[in-house]
Nanobody, 129 residues
Framework: QVQLVESGGGSVQAGGSLRLSCAAS??????????MGWFRQAPGKEREFVAA????????AFADSVKGRFTISRDNAKRTVYLQMNSLKPEDTAVYYC????????????????????WGQGTQVTVSS
């Protein structure tokens, strides 16, 4: 499986911005052929979908709660996916995880956690009011 390491989390006031990064190890699976997703989990809540980007970067998807505030991008040469988070709100507070799609070259990205097979350890994002 691919090893994923998230970074960029921290504490910020409401209205602020953070940029999360997720670096993937070099494994038997070509990073450039795999869609990537970001999920988050707040205390006492289930893990929820945040954003995803297709292997080609042509297709993206976002949870309604972050549309217009978050963007997702990838740099295949660096084996890294990014989550730019702007206009942060206290309800964005959570541990953020990146994950790899279990399929190669899926046509449309999916928000279903069960369709992702490798997960990072997570990075904490705390937004204060």
């Amino acid at each position: 499986q691919v090893q994923l390491v998230e970074s960029g989390g921290g504490s910020v006031q409401a209205g602020g911005s953070l940029r999360l990064s997720c670096a993937a190890s070099d494994s038997g699976r070509s990073f450039s052929n795999i869609a990537m997703g970001w999920f988050r989990q707040a205390p006492g809540k289930e893990r929820e979908f945040v954003a995803a980007i297709s292997w080609s970067a042509y297709s993206t998807a976002f949870a309604d709660s972050v549309k217009g505030r978050f963007t997702i991008s990838r740099d295949n040469a660096k084996r890294t996916v990014y989550l730019q988070m702007n206009s942060l709100k206290p309800e964005d507070t959570a541990v953020y995880y990146c994950a790899t799609d279990r399929l190669i070259r899926r046509i449309r990205v999916t928000p279903e956690p069960n369709e992702y097979d490798s997960w990072g350890q997570g990075t904490q994002v705390t937004v204060s009011s």
